[in-house]
């Protein structure tokens, strides 16, 4: 990594960062809890990694955090696993999630949009008069502090309501997109054993109806915890037997009562995707969300009560509880129930334009698919509003930058951003005051000591190293469900380096202070000791337009030698014949790395990937190195079976 310094690619301009919510807190924090005054963004945050108190303690002060009981100190224990954040306070994030009713009544909370692209809003008011009624109707049904209560629901506003009554009466709520199948979704919910569940009969995708009832049939077999099953016809079927209906749990005009639960009382469990191993049921606390989402909305977003956000996701992803939490800054937010590209591949940039979204979140796989698909946004759509497009789900390539920087605005704001299901937010990414460089994301979250290291444990710049972070966040896991004396939490974060989160990405943070992600770790490209994340090689090579999608895996062999091969999806049409086997080996060498040409080329049927869409390495590396595929993989987390089966007959015909 060059430590040269690059034109960036946007610049914010005076008034830009002098309105940034991130910069009068900056000014607020120096009068009152002595940060830096100037020095910008990198002195504010080396002031709230080294004063990490304070900083927490003003994050509440400045968003007005409610602690019905205060707190007796903000952290009791800082080491990790299992620093103590606001030990004695209680809270509840759905009362904060509401608050803008109290001002805002008749303006829209929520614009759902399904296939048809036209926005359908949901106003503050109606939003709180709903979450109390279904919070009357769950105490009603037996719903206690701690309880668990389960979505299979798709991206509609009864999810969010649902979540909202959950968290106000202090339940443990957890959710499914139900496109997943009900193998997938009881590995998951049969771990926390749900008292409700609510679910559709089925949903719309891709402009087809997909019936859920068989599956919502089994879901009821299988979870004998539940006392009830709430019924959204969202395709306008009949409650089936013994459920009941969601307009009669959420008619009436009840003002929400919000339990005071303990700071880290259990919010949501979300789940790891699962790939090897039954999925990491994942506890967030009520407390720690709220904190955490108020300084990643409102600081590093700059979201507030103008603008509407839109991240295209599923219930099945963290993005989604990210995605609602754009309530807690008075934020109207933008639910899109669909598939990403219907009609067209265009799809997303319409929904932004009808909604007037002003911060948009999307895939970097989908910026690409529209770089290659010949979209317009700027031309073929109105996006004056949109202040900055996110990406997340994979690092967006440098081609990805240019792209939306050419076909867009010359002056957007781009914010590729990197977290982790684990935490429920970012590590590094949007900061509204600092320059974007191309390829890099801007900068470590406040309050986040990020830090690249080397297997030792020493400190890196422009180095490739490990993702580590040195200090506690709030939203770090509480715990993993069914996970008793914490070893399984333990061994997945901090058994390399004790006492330090190690997140198994590999990144370098560049001397400017901004970072560049490689991909995961583990399944690290590691040739003649040169390691290559596989992101780099994906980048490079899917500027080609024959290749549609690629996947390479690096096999240790047991005669001590390193089998790469690339495997690539070609585009229709496509041929894997010499000349196009030659540019794909060249564009590595010359781009990448003369040791990082793959040993072979192999065209495949497809690259499979998890629910969530993120491409399977190291299974595939499992099964090249002969392992089975029951043993390999949970098939349940994999969005295509068959495609695994190519890869496990591969490995066999090698021997």
């Not at 402009?207 to 959204?232: D, M, S």
């Not at 789900?393 to 792209?403: I, Q, Y």
């Not at 080329?601 to 029951?630: A, F, N, S, W």
């Amino acid at each position: 990594m060059s430590t040269a310094n690059p034109s960036p690619l946007w610049q914010p301009t005076d008034e830009v960062v002098a309105q940034a919510q991130v910069t009068k807190f900056q000014a607020w924090a120096a009068e009152e809890h002595g940060a830096p005054s100037d020095g910008g963004y990198a002195a504010l945050h080396r002031w709230s990694v080294d004063e990490l108190d304070t900083f927490w303690k003003a994050v509440t002060e400045w968003f007005d955090v409610r602690f019905p009981t205060p707190y007796a100190r903000v952290l009791g224990d800082r080491s990790m696993p299992g620093a103590q954040w606001f030990p004695g306070a209680t809270v509840n994030y759905a009362e904060h999630a509401l608050r803008a009713a109290e001002t805002r009544a008749d303006e829209p909370a929520l614009l759902y949009v399904d296939e048809t692209h036209e926005a359908v809003p949901v106003t503050w008011s109606d939003l709180r008069r709903q979450v109390g009624s279904l919070a009357a109707e769950l105490r009603a049904l037996g719903v206690r502090p701690g309880d668990r209560v389960s979505g299979y629901l798709p991206n509609i506003p009864q999810a969010v309501v649902a979540l909202l009554a959950t968290a106000a009466v202090g339940g443990v709520w957890t959710s499914c997109a139900p496109d997943f199948g009900a193998r997938s979704v009881l590995d998951r919910f049969q771990q926390v054993e749900p008292v409700v569940l609510f679910t559709v009969d089925g949903y719309r995708y891709g402009g087809k109806e997909h019936y859920r009832r068989g599956v919502v049939a089994e879901l009821r077999r299988e979870l004998p915890t539940l006392r009830a099953v709430v019924h959204i016809p969202l395709l306008g079927t009949d409650a089936p037997e013994g459920a009941l209906d969601w307009s009669s749990l959420t008619s009436a005009d009840v003002e929400p009562v919000f339990e005071e639960v303990p700071f880290d009382h259990p919010l949501w469990v979300l789940y790891s995707s699962g790939t090897t191993g039954l999925p990491k049921a994942i506890v967030q606390s009520q407390g720690g969300i709220l904190v955490e989402h108020l300084k990643q909305l409102g600081l590093h977003c700059d979201l507030g009560p103008e603008d509407r956000f839109f991240w295209y996701t599923s219930t099945g992803w963290m993005m989604w509880n990210f995605l609602v939490s754009g309530l807690l800054t008075g934020t109207t937010i933008v639910l899109y129930d669909g598939s990403p590209g219907y009609p067209d591949t265009g799809a997303q940039w319409r929904i932004a334009e009808r909604t007037g979204a002003t911060l948009y979140g999307t895939s970097a796989a989908y910026v690409m698919a529209c770089r290659k698909a010949g979209v317009h946004p700027s031309r073929d759509f109105d996006l004056a509003r949109v202040r900055c497009v996110a990406t997340t789900g994979s690092p967006l390539p440098p081609d990805g930058f240019r792209w939306l920087h050419d076909e867009v605005r010359d002056d957007l704001w781009i914010a590729s951003v990197s977290g982790g299901t684990d935490v429920c937010s970012c590590f590094a990414g949007a900061v509204p005051t600092l320059p974007v460089y191309i390829g890099e994301l801007q900068a470590p979250g406040l309050g986040t000591d990020l830090q690249s290291w080397d297997p030792s444990g020493k400190l890196l710049v422009d180095e490739v190293g490990e993702l580590v972070v040195t200090n506690p966040m709030p939203s770090m896991p509480i715990r993993f469900w069914n996970d008793p004396d914490g070893s399984r939490y333990h061994d997945s974060y901090f058994d390399t380096y004790p006492g330090v989160w190690r997140h198994g990405d590999w990144i370098t943070v560049t001397s400017r202070g901004s970072v560049v992600i490689h991909g995961r770790s583990d399944s690290t490209l590691n040739r003649q000791g040169v390691r290559m994340g596989s992101a780099d090689i994906y980048e490079a090579v899917e500027r080609l337009p024959e290749i549609r999608e690629s996947l390479v895996i690096g096999v240790e062999q047991p005669d001590g030698g390193y089998w790469m091969p690339l495997f690539v999806h070609l585009a229709p049409g496509a041929v894997l014949d010499e000349a196009l086997l030659g540019r794909i080996k060249r564009t590595i060498r010359e781009q990448l790395s003369p040791r990082h040409v793959p040993d072979e080329v192999i065209e495949v049927p497809g690259v499979p990937h998890t629910l969530t869409g993120k491409r399977i390495e190291v299974p595939v590396k499992r099964l090249l190195q002969g392992t089975p595929m029951d043993k390999a993989v949970n098939i349940g987390s994999v969005d295509n079976v068959e495609l695994l089966r190519f890869y496990e007959e591969l490995a066999r015909g090698r021997g």
